[in-house]
């Protein structure tokens, strides 16, 4: 395991409210992505980032805003959150680009009522 | 039409049986991952290649770049492989992945 947590695991909150969702890896890897997993979709990537402050947009980035900070920790903000923005959430790292394995946090569940 | 194909999208097996996963992609890519879904929801990397094929355990995985096709091979299947099977290609010098949308397997006893 690359020591990926996903902070909180579950949360239910109201239409129009921001929510941040936090993941912290242990591995020092160089890469960390922010997916949306939803039924009839595969994992959709939302941000990513390469390194330290650098962050680029995904196919599903509408929304969401991102920041690192520091290697081990990357935020994904939903600034006003929406029922469209109700998903499970999963963080990955790698050690580099693509052509490294990525290894996955547990997961969160956001509900928007 | 999806850039990562995979089929079937669900498949149901007996114990024992010899189980293929299909994905095939559109665009070239540099590496190609089969991914496992649990059915608690947590996703672990299975493989992870470029060329020919990778063996761990009763799982094989293939890919011909040329056809941009990859199989994923269960031998003996076992229940405990129930999950989704997820294949996801990086175009080349690429930072992000394509998902397909996963092959839903149960193997009952």
């Known amino acids: 395991d690359a020591g990926i947590t996903q902070s909180p695991r579950h949360k239910v909150t109201e239409t129009g409210t921001p929510v941040t969702l936090r993941c912290h890896q242990t591995?020092?890897?160089?890469?960390m992505y922010w997916y949306r997993q939803d039924p009839g979709h595969g994992l959709r990537l939302i941000h990513y980032?390469?390194?330290?402050?650098?962050?680029d947009k995904g196919e599903v980035s509408d929304g969401y805003s991102v920041s690192r900070s520091k290697t081990e920790d990357f935020l994904l903000t939903l600034e006003s959150a929406t029922s469209s923005q109700t998903s499970v959430y999963f963080c990955a790292t790698a050690l580099s680009g693509t052509d490294y394995e990525q290894y996955f946090g547990p997961g969160t569940r956001l509900t928007v009522t | 039409k999806n850039e990562v194909e995979q089929s079937p999208q669900n498949l149901t097996a007996q114990e024992g049986e010899f189980i293929t996963i299909n994905c095939s992609y559109s665009?070239?890519?540099?590496?190609l991952h089969w991914l496992q879904q649990h059915p608690g929801g947590g996703i672990v990397s299975l493989f992870m290649l470029s060329s020919g094929k990778k063996k761990h355990g009763r799982l094989i995985a293939t890919i011909n770049i040329q056809e941009k096709h990859s199989s994923l091979h269960i031998t003996a299947s076992h229940p405990r492989d129930s999950a989704v099977y997820i294949c996801a290609v990086g175009a080349a010098s690429g930072s992000r992945l394509t998902f397909g949308e996963g092959t839903q397997l149960t193997v009952n006893p």
């Open positions: 980032s390469y390194g330290v402050k650098d962050t």
């Open positions: 665009v070239g890519i540099s590496a």
């Open positions: 591995e020092n890897h160089r890469y």
